[in-house]
T-cell receptor, first 112, second 117 residues
C-alpha cells in the first residue's frame, strides 16, 4: 500500500530565501507525482505535475523533481515571498484511476 | 480552465440530521469524481470513488450507509452525511476527472466545511 510522507511538517523562513520541500513515497510504481498548494480553509490549487517518465517540471519560481528509484520528490521554491505562505501537499496516484494518495503536507510561513 | 464547484461551502447541522454536499463540474463531463475528507491539521484522505451511473466504491473504513454518494449525471455527484455526529465535522472536498481527451486531468472543488453541533 502506497504511503506518502512529507518532511518537514512545518517550515518558517525569511522572505527571499530559497527552500526545498520533501516528499517521499514507498511504492515507486506511481503514475505521476503532483504538488498542490492549500491556503487555510480553502481547496487545492495544482502547482506542478510530473509524469512518471519525467525527472522535473518548472513553473515560474517553482521546480519539482522526481526520482522514482529513491521514492522521492522535491519542490524547490526560489526567492520565497510572504504570499507563498500556505500548506504544500504532494500526491502520488498509483495508477491512472484519478485516486490521489496525499502526504501530510508541509506548512510554510514566509516572514516579511 | 476547468472548474469544479462545491456547495455549500460551509454548513452547520444538528447532531442526528443529514446534510448533502454537491460537487459539480461546470464546463466538462466528469465520469469519475472523488470525495476526500480532511480533519484539522491532517492531510486529505480518500473516502470514495463516485462513478456516473453506478455504485460508488468506498475506501476501507468508510461506512457506505453513513456517507451516501450519488452520481446521477456526468456533471453532478452528491455526498450525503446521514445521522451526522460531531466527529463527522470536517472539511470535505471533491475532485473530478476530465475525459481522456483532456489528459484525464484532476480538478478539485473549493471544499465544504461541515460542523455538526
Amino acid at each position: 500500500k502506497q504511503e506518502v510522507t512529507q518532511i518537514p511538517a512545518a517550515l518558517s523562513v525569511p522572505e527571499g530565501e530559497n527552500l526545498v520541500l520533501n516528499c517521499s513515497f514507498t511504492d515507486s510504481a506511481i503514475y505521476n507525482l503532483q504538488w498542490f498548494r492549500q491556503d487555510p480553509g480553502k481547496g487545492l490549487t495544482s502547482l506542478l505535475l510530473i509524469q512518471s517518465s519525467q525527472r522535473e517540471q518548472t513553473s515560474g519560481r517553482l521546480n519539482a523533481s522526481l526520482d522514482k528509484s529513491s521514492g522521492r520528490s522535491t519542490l524547490y521554491i526560489a526567492a520565497s515571498q510572504p504570499g507563498d505562505s500556505a500548506t504544500y501537499l504532494c500526491a502520488a496516484p498509483p495508477s491512472n484511476t484519478g485516486k490521489l494518495i496525499f502526504g501530510q503536507g508541509t506548512t510554510l510561513q514566509v516572514k516579511p | 480552465g476547468a472548474v469544479v464547484s462545491q456547495h455549500p461551502s460551509r454548513v452547520i447541522c444538528k447532531s442526528g440530521t443529514s446534510v448533502k454536499i454537491e460537487c459539480r463540474s461546470l464546463d466538462f463531463q466528469a465520469t469519475t469524481m472523488f470525495w476526500y475528507r480532511q480533519f484539522p491539521k491532517q492531510s486529505l484522505m480518500l473516502m470514495a470513488t463516485s462513478n456516473e451511473g453506478s455504485k460508488a466504491t468506498y475506501e476501507q473504513g468508510v461506512e457506505k450507509d453513513k456517507f451516501l454518494i450519488n452520481h446521477a449525471s456526468l456533471t453532478l455527484s452528491t455526498l450525503t452525511v446521514t445521522s451526522a455526529h460531531p466527529e463527522d465535522s470536517s472539511f470535505y472536498i471533491c475532485s473530478a476527472r476530465g475525459a481522456a481527451n483532456s489528459g484525464n486531468t484532476i480538478y478539485f472543488g473549493e471544499g465544504s466545511w461541515l460542523t455538526v453541533v
